[in-house]
């Protein structure tokens, strides 16, 4: 399963961006969605995950600011970013985990898959 992240770029303090993830591949069904981010000489760490029921979980540093959403028959996942502040800035990467497709209606193995990461640069 490949997942293609895109929307990163250069903002300024306040600003917004929206970052988007597609999965593809032979999916059978997508679980869990999600964002991480790593920033320089820092561990990746949780931005917000979203079920496919619409559940959602976010790091307390992005509450209130970050909005994660899916949308299930695109096998998209989106991170609307709001307020953006300096320390903001890191690659962002999206994850996805699920079912693989099977032989006949079955469903197959177990993946979980990350994107290649977009840039989001915050300046002050």
């Known amino acids: 399963v490949q997942l293609q992240a895109s929307g990163g770029g250069l903002v300024q303090a306040g600003g917004s961006l929206r970052l988007s993830c597609a999965a593809s591949?032979?999916?059978?069904?997508?679980?869990?969605m999600g964002w991480y981010r790593q920033a320089p000489g820092m561990q990746r760490e949780l931005v917000a995950t979203?079920?496919?029921?619409?559940?959602?979980n976010y790091a307390d540093s992005m509450k209130g600011r970050f909005t994660i959403s899916r949308d299930n028959a695109k096998n998209t996942v989106y991170l609307q970013m709001g307020s953006l502040k300096p320390e903001d800035t890191a690659v962002y990467y999206c994850n996805a985990d699920g079912f693989l497709r099977g032989k006949g209606w079955n469903p197959g193995p177990t993946f979980n898959s990350w994107g290649q990461g977009t840039q989001v640069t915050v300046s002050s």
């Open positions: 979203i079920t496919p029921l619409g559940s959602t």
């Open positions: 591949g032979s999916i059978f069904s997508i679980g869990t």
